[in-house]
Every structure is written in C-alpha cells, then in structure tokens.
C-alpha cells in the first residue's frame, strides 16, 4: 500500500507560484500513474495533471497549461506540481494519488491534501 503525504500549500497573491511536494512510502511510484487533483469549494475534484508513469509524458487540464508542471523525482519518491501565474480561480485543495489510471476513480491512493488559496 502507498502513503501519500502532500505539503507545499498556503495563501499566495495572484500571480505569484507554489510548488507542491507529494511524499510517498511503501512503495515507489514507478508501477503507478500518478497526479494531481483539485476541488474547490462548492465543485467537484477535477484532475489538474497525471503521468501515465514516471517516465510518461505529463498530461494537463486546459486551464492550468503553460502554468503547472508535473515532475517526479525517483531518488526521492517525491512528485512535484510547480505552479506559475496563480489565479484566483485556482484555489482549492490539491490532492496527489496514485494508481492504475489517469483518472479520478483510476487512481487506488491518495493524499490528505494541502489548500491552496490565491487572492486577487
């Protein structure tokens, strides 16, 4: 089994960046697909960003392209989401999960997640 541990939210003013850090134990990354999801108050989780695997090519939601970037270090069993140009509508809790599909019921594991919130 994987344990996910996210870290890295916090209140940011619009424009400026996060990086997010998804910590895993139990097991390394590199049998799943992994990603990041978001839900905002009153919304449904969406996914924001998943690698098929650790060597796939990332995969993004239209809304956040050109702005996040997923990355994952092997060394460290740690996936990344770096996000650039923060917008308001961009607040919400960030989960990581993993498993077998880049899809919200594809993924086996997830994180507590961390809140991110972006001010106008």
């Known amino acids: 089994e994987v344990q996910l541990v996210e870290s890295g939210g916090g209140l940011v003013q619009a424009g400026g960046s996060l990086r997010l850090s998804c910590a895993a134990s139990?097991?390394?990354?590199?049998?799943?697909?992994i990603g990041w999801f978001r839900q905002a108050p009153g919304k449904e989780r969406e996914g924001v960003s998943c690698?098929?695997?650790?060597?796939?090519?990332?995969e993004y939601t239209d809304s956040v392209k050109g702005r996040f970037t997923i990355s994952v270090d092997n060394a460290k069993n740690t996936v990344y989401l770096q996000m650039n140009s923060l917008k308001p509508e961009d607040t919400a809790v960030y989960y990581c999960?993993?498993?077998?599909?880049?899809?919200?019921?594809?993924?086996?594991?997830w994180g507590k997640g961390t809140l991110v919130t972006v001010s106008s």
């Open positions: 139990g097991s390394t990354f590199d049998a799943y697909a």
């Open positions: 690698m098929r695997s650790t060597y796939g090519n990332p």
């Open positions: 999960a993993a498993g077998r599909l880049c899809a919200s019921w594809g993924m086996d594991y």
